[in-house]
Nanobody, 121 residues
């Protein structure tokens, strides 16, 4: 199984970005998917997660109302639309495939390589 994250970049505060994560080599539609991030010198933290059919989502308080997670099972891709970005959103963003809708990283068994998001003030 390979997870390929893309879409990161350098933006200004208030801008938007959409991250994508393509899942290769595995059944996609039956799995929960999540996004995590890790800023320099900090622990990896949960951002958002989505059930297999997109019927339920989960967000961290810090991104709720600004970020939207979605998925396209036909394309085996999960997205993270990030609006109104803030400097504190700067981090490497990782997508992950999990066994439950959860904010715990231990519930995710496959991880992508990460994509850098940098938000300047």
């Amino acid at each position: 199984v390979q997870l390929q994250a893309s879409g990161g970049g350098l933006v200004q505060a208030g801008d938007s970005l959409r991250l994508s994560c393509a899942v290769l080599g595995h059944t996609f539609s039956s799995h929960r998917m999540g996004w995590f991030r890790q800023a320099p010198g900090k622990e990896r933290e949960f951002v958002a997660a989505i059930t297999w059919n997109g019927g339920r989502t989960l967000y961290s308080e810090s991104v709720k109302g600004r970020f939207t997670i979605s998925r396209d099972n036909a394309k085996k891709t999960v997205f993270l639309k990030m609006n109104n970005l803030k400097p504190e959103d700067t981090a490497v963003y990782y997508c992950a495939k999990g066994s439950s809708l959860s904010s715990w990283s231990s519930n995710y068994n496959y991880w992508g390589q990460g994509t850098q998001v940098t938000v300047s003030s």
